[in-house]
């Protein structure tokens, strides 16, 4: 069975640090591709990160976050600095699937960590 | 503001059928294929349709995905209290370069 668990979410104070991890199990960790997606309060979801053979970020978190993986240990990274209230979402990590990204969507999806920037 | 526009939220009675719209243009929905996720807060998204209108396995033929142009639509046939949930559209933009979704519909089943 396909399972993506998220932790690492929690309280943190504007301008710090968080490391969020997503252990994958039940497939070839190896062979896919991943994405971030967040969901703010009351919002729609909303692409955060991506990797595959190479990293890639939505410009509202570039320079703050890098996503990162584990091959060996079936994990995937979001680490995120000088965080900001309006990053406060819920955060799912997705497995990717599609030939290309001209139908790229997610066969799995975490349950989510929450992620609160409050002071 | 999200890139695809979604209806806030769509009802209708068990049994009945409901229909959820997702407009996007041309860099979206026009040019790439758009798929579909229910989501209980709390609980992973779950695929429902991908390029545009096939079914992953174990998602019953009662749901159904279409587009035309630049929307897409989500039909839900037979509808039970289970299918209420938040559903989602995304697909890829191929002038941002990044997956965009809609805002999400809450679908009530009174």
């Known amino acids: 069975e396909v399972q993506l668990v998220e932790s690492g979410g929690g309280l943190v104070q504007p301008g710090g640090s968080l490391g969020l991890s997503c252990a994958a199990s039940?497939?070839?960790?190896?062979?896919?591709?991943f994405h971030w997606v967040r969901q703010a309060p009351g919002k729609g979801l909303e692409y955060v990160s991506a990797i595959g053979g190479t990293t890639y970020y939505a410009d509202s978190v570039k320079g703050r976050f890098t996503i990162s993986r584990d091959n060996s240990k079936n994990t995937l990274y979001l680490q995120m600095g000088s965080l900001r209230a309006e990053d406060t979402a819920v955060y799912y990590c997705?497995?990717?699937?599609?030939?290309?990204?001209?139908?790229?969507?997610?066969?799995?999806w975490g349950q989510g960590t929450l992620v609160t920037v409050s002071s | 503001q999200s890139v695809l526009t979604q209806p806030p939220s769509v009802s209708a009675a068990p049994g009945q059928k409901v229909t959820i719209s997702c407009s996007g243009s041309?860099?979206?929905?026009?040019?790439?294929?758009v798929s579909w996720y229910q989501h209980l807060p709390g609980t992973a998204p779950k695929l429902l349709i991908y390029d545009n209108n096939k079914r992953p396995s174990g998602i019953p033929d009662r749901i159904s995905g279409s587009k035309s142009g630049t929307s897409a639509t989500l039909g839900i046939t037979g509808l039970q209290t289970g299918d209420e949930a938040d559903y989602h559209c995304?697909?890829?933009?191929?002038?941002?370069?990044?997956?965009?979704f809609g805002g999400g519909t809450k679908l009530t089943v009174l």
């Open positions: 041309s860099p979206n929905i026009g040019d790439n294929y």
């Open positions: 995304g697909t890829w933009d191929s002038s941002l370069s990044i997956v965009v």
């Open positions: 997705a497995r990717v699937a599609g030939q290309t990204v001209t139908n790229l969507h997610f066969d799995y």
């Open positions: 039940g497939f070839s960790f190896s062979s896919y591709a």
